[in-house]
């Protein structure tokens, strides 16, 4: 999902992809100068039109970032237990990616839990849509059968009727049995989608990032304990080079 993610549009009016994005603000095109191979990598490309060696170096770049921006970037929490609605935070020094990221990624896990949820509802609504096409065209097609053979004999000789009455009466017998069975097969369609409006989870997106995001920031006490930590650190170095100094001094004298 997250590979499929980063593949994604930025924005539905940007032709900027994701990924684009992430390797742009890391500043990762510099960083492969020395790598020609990576530097043509084409993540718009069609993969089954990509040699071996490059698509297997372009999905392991993929993944690479995946994994990254899971252990790095991307926090999914649950903020109360008693209720069912889950948290997705991405954090990132450029606030476009994040946004995008985030969006691409709600909406896409979205789309998958609920096709999941519908898959086969889904798969059976299709296969009765395509019964009833095939069902409403044999009975057009028997209705039909019966006007022609009405008309293919018009001034018949009544005692040979036989040759009008047999094929129309077969031809209106099929009709009508087709006929019953598309109404049967109508009615188990609407049943199946009325089923199918009833499973469908509700999914409602209770907040949306909005610019300017918000930007984190060390509090002012979060500020002095780090700092004084840090500037314990270095009197307690400054106070070891100065003993070490002190002793190779005196070992000289």
Known sequence: MLAQTLLSQLHPDSDELIIERYIAYSGLRDKWMDQPELLALDFRADPSTLAHQTLRIRDSIITAFATRINEKVLTVEKPDEKLSIIKV?????????????????VRRVNEFYIQTKTKKLQ?????LEAKVDSVRKAMEGAIYSAARASDATPNLNPTRQV????????????????????????????????????EQPLIQLVDQPVYPLQIDKIGKGKGIVIGGFFFGFLTVLFLIAMRWYHSVMATND
Do not use: C, H, W, Y
Request: charged share 25%; glycine share 6%.
């Open 89 to 105: 935070e991405v954090k990132s020094p450029d606030e476009v990616f994040a946004k995008g990221f985030n969006e691409n990624l």
């Open 123 to 127: 798969e059976n609504i299709a296969i």
């Open 163 to 198: 040759k009008r009455i047999g094929p129309t009466q077969e031809a209106q017998f099929s009709a009508e049995a087709n006929k019953a069975i598309l109404g049967q097969l109508l009615q188990n369609l609407e049943v199946t989608k009325m089923t199918l409006l009833q």
